[in-house]
């Protein structure tokens, strides 16, 4: 069974850090595209970050340079590191991965960045 369990969110000041983690389980993330996405109150969903199977990696311009998404195959885990966050950054952060001719979710993990 695929599943997807986020974890790290929390509340955090402008310029600070988090790191996000997803563990997966019924699959192996290395063979899948794994994507981290976003949605604010009163915003649509959006993509933030992907990392493929080669392991390059591609981010949405309003976190380039900030975020980093990275894989440990041996824990079956993708992270997405959070550097001077923003007010902006503000979201719930979902994992989302696409096989077996589905998407799949997890539940999501509430950032705050404020002050």
């Known amino acids: 069974q695929v599943q997807l369990v986020e974890s790290g969110g929390g509340l955090v000041q402008p310029g600070g850090s988090l790191r996000l983690s997803c563990a997966a389980t019924g699959f192996t993330v290395s063979t899948y595209i794994m994507s981290w996405y976003r949605q604010a109150p009163g915003n649509q969903r959006e993509w933030v970050a992907s990392i493929i199977t080669g392991g390059i990696t591609n981010y949405a311009d309003s976190v380039k340079g900030r975020f980093t998404i990275t894989r440990d195959n041996a824990k079956n885990t993708v992270y997405l590191q959070m550097n001077s966050l923003k007010p902006e950054d503000t979201a719930i952060y979902y994992c989302?991965?696409?096989?077996?001719?589905?998407?799949?979710w997890g539940q999501g993990t509430q950032v705050t960045v404020s002050s």
């Open positions: 989302q991965t696409y096989l077996y001719g589905s998407d799949y």
